[in-house]
């Protein structure tokens, strides 16, 4: 494949005409390759709204490559584009337009039947877990996302989120200390 | 490892959960120990959590091909999945023989093969990878897509009408 075919190809993903030097051209479409299904899942589960997830994540691709075509050094391409996707979505919620919670009472009813009293009383515990998460503050939520649905070490977190290791460890401490205290209640 | 070393070994685990200082691998572990279906009365009440996460973790873009795991712990993972599912059913024909799921109540290797061998056919060339996990007449399963993204469903057959339905959770 030509390196004219590689920057067809990113351009054609990203929507972007935006010149990338061809040298970086694979590297580039195997990073966004890589990094854009997290973008896609993370930004998901922060707004629950596919359809705006995949704007966002598109704008802050289109803004990753607008930084490197500035000549913009950028050190750790997956925290920038984790951390934009997170600034963006937060700039949703504040603005009103998307849904931040998720009617679990609905979903549950509507989902399929389980077996036993037991995988019943286990659902309705999952689903109080599911509502914990959905209620916690957004630094929290989006620690908690990270770290136990999506695995980044905490380093990585605290890259994404601007804070420091052991901010981001007391953070995440406190998010599955609320969970805990809610499942501790009789 | 005897059984009070390992309760002991999983105590200090949980604390070390909550506290926001387990490693990856120490994570990892708990997992496996409440997707085990063993657990000790005095670890029932996080089981939850576990199964949360468990039904909503990310997936990596080639998940391993087809995992069998014991139908009990399969079960706990599908009433989790049930509970945070966001349901959009599609029923698919379906025509394999129901031998095996009459003798056992789990479903056949051969008719998940079938079932997920329709799935590719109808998902073109959209679908890049599946895999499933028998759970006694149900099945979870995972599905990369060409795009990379990977969505799970739950899959359950209807033997009156002879159909498969699938419960998509993460769409």
Known sequence: MTDENDDKILSQKTGSSVYICRMEGKTLENTLGSIRPRLLFYATRLLHDASQAEDIVQDAVLSFLGSLDKGTEIRNRESFLMRTVRNACLDRIRYGSVRVTVPVEELKSSGPAVQGEREAELSDQVALVARMVEKMPENYRSIFILRDMMGYELSEIAQMMDMKEPAVRKALSRARMQIRETLMEP | ?171
């Not at chain 2, 309760?7 to 506290?19: A, S």
């Not at chain 2, 051969?110 to 679908?127: F, H, K, P, S, Y």
């Open chain 2, 1 to 171: 490892m005897d059984m009070e070393t390992k309760d002991k070994h999983i105590r200090r685990l949980v604390d070390k959960y909550f506290e926001g200082r387990t490693s990856l691998d120490e994570e990892k572990e708990l997992s496996e120990y409440f997707r085990g279906g063993e657990v000790r009365e005095e670890f029932r009440r996080f089981a939850p959590l576990f199964a949360f996460r468990d039904a909503c973790a990310y997936r990596q873009a080639m998940p391993e091909r087809k995992s069998w795991t014991r139908p009990k712990a399969v079960r706990l993972l599908v009433a989790a999945a049930a509970a945070a599912a966001v349901v959009c059913a599609v029923v698919i024909p379906r025509s394999f023989s129901k031998d095996h799921e009459a003798e056992t109540g789990v479903i056949s290797p051969a008719c998940m093969a079938e079932n997920l061998q329709r799935v590719m056919e109808l998902g073109g060339n959209g679908i890049s990878s599946l895999s499933a996990k028998p759970a006694g007449n149900a099945a979870l399963v995972t599905a990369t897509m060409a795009d990379g993204t990977v969505k799970t469903y739950i899959m359950t057959c209807d033997d009156g009408e002879g159909s498969a339905s699938f419960i998509a959770l993460n769409e």
